[in-house]
């Protein structure tokens, strides 16, 4: 295994279901990525485009039709699927739209599962759990089974639980599409932290505009391809900036100038979209800081 900064790298992804047969249906669609470690990517894109494909590859919860995934250096067809399963359960975490926790068992349970499964001692596992509780603010619903918690807390638990093997990647396939909004702010906020704190690297696929922008960087997918990849125009608000970050309301006027915004309240000018080449940024040198961000 060579060291890289890359965590991931996809070469010319293809993916198609009834392969040969006469409804052949290809999803992706020569999908060239790369994830850097560390980074906090978005993945958006309408119904369709193979978001979840691709997070399904991603997870090597299923393998490409064709072309190449490096994980962290490695192409994974030099493992088998017994290697690639135990690299799954190491590596990346998983959390999804319906939270997909094992009903009639606890919260505590559920976080405890991947450790079972990696052969984690009870002492060490049971120390872990109280960690991951108190890191998603769930310690006093470790008891409860998922069907006494509400959404908010079941996504809660299930970040828990994606981080129960400490890995690397974690995968979220709209995590708040379930959740009112300020319960997805409460997710997003995990996220963010587990991005900034822990050196997670983070892909996201959500259909929400305003929580892509917050990412690094917001990759868009049409129909199997990506159509384009620029920097999140809010993700320098929760880097760096926080001690001026300010909300969208203070940012009518920009040096005394009126802004247009679009109607989700981002700013019209597209001055800051980058070609595909610009990438990867780094974090200390984006330029997605807001002109409008004031001392
Ligand atoms: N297991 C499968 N078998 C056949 N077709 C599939 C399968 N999974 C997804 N598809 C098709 O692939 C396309 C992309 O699906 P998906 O990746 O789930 O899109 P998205 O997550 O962006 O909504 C859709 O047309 C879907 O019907
Ligand atoms: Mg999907």
Do not use: C, W
């Not at 017994?82 to 999804?96: A, P, Q, Y």
């Amino acid at each position: 295994m060579t060291a890289t900064t890359e965590m991931i790298r996809l070469e010319k992804i293809y993916k198609r279901y009834y392969e040969g047969k006469q409804n052949e249906l290809q999803v992706l669609n020569g999908i060239d990525l790369v994830v850097r470690k560390g980074e906090f990517v978005s993945i958006v894109g309408e119904s369709g485009s193979g978001k979840s494909t691709i997070m399904n590859i991603l997870g090597v919860l299923d393998r490409p039709s064709e072309g190449t995934y490096y994980l962290d250096g490695t192409d994974i067809d030099t493992y088998s699927d017994k290697e690639l399963s135990r690299i799954r359960g190491l590596k990346i975490g998983f959390v999804f739209q319906t939270f997909n926790l094992i009903g009639r068992i606890s919260a505590r349970r559920n976080i405890e599962m991947p450790m079972l499964y990696a052969h984690v001692n009870s002492k060490d596992r049971a120390l872990r759990t109280d960690e991951l509780l108190d890191m998603v603010g769930m310690t006093d619903r470790a008891k409860h089974q998922p069907n006494e918690l509400s959404g908010g807390q079941k996504q809660r638990i299930a970040i828990a639980r994606a981080m129960a093997n400490d890995p690397a990647i974690l995968l979220a396939d709209e995590p708040t599409g379930a959740l009112d909004s300020k319960t997805g702010r409460l997710v997003m906020d995990i996220f963010h932290e587990l991005h900034e704190k822990r050196g997670k690297t983070v892909v996201l696929i959500t259909h929400s505009k305003e929580l892509a922008e917050e990412t690094q960087r917001v990759i868009t997918l049409s129909d199997g391809e990506i159509i384009k990849e620029r920097p999140g125009r809010n993700y320098a608000k929760y880097y760096g900036n926080k001690q001026t970050a300010v909300d969208t309301d203070d940012y009518d006027t920009i040096d005394g100038e009126a802004v247009d915004y679009d109607e989700d309240g981002f700013e019209t000018d597209d001055s800051d979209d980058y070609e595909i080449e610009d990438f990867p940024r780094s974090k200390s040198g984006s330029s997605t800081t807001r002109r409008g961000v004031r001392a």
